[in-house]
């Protein structure tokens, strides 16, 4: 048994399902870039499991991402 809370998920119009993480830590430093790819780089396992629960839901490509609302950064995971 698995116990998951995805943030959001929706399928758009190219019916491509998305799963979307959002985070609300904030960057006060420079080298925003370089913290974004950190922040990706740490929750990706937790994304990819996330993708391998969703993609039981149906037959849709799944796509990953994070939401940084305080930061205004939306971030596709590869």
């Given at each position: 048994m698995v116990n998951a809370i995805i943030d959001r998920m929706l399928v758009d119009e190219q019916r491509q399902r998305w799963v979307v993480d959002f985070k609300?830590?904030?960057h006060a430093g420079g080298a925003g870039q370089q913290f974004i790819d950190s922040e990706a780089e740490r929750y990706r396992p937790q994304m990819?499991?996330?993708r391998a629960l969703v993609g039981q839901l149906g037959g849709?490509?799944?796509?990953?991402?994070?939401?940084?609302?305080?930061?205004?950064?939306?971030?596709?995971l590869e």
């Open positions: 609300t830590s904030t990819q499991r996330y849709e490509p799944v796509r990953l991402a994070l939401y940084f609302p305080l930061l205004g950064v939306f971030r596709e």
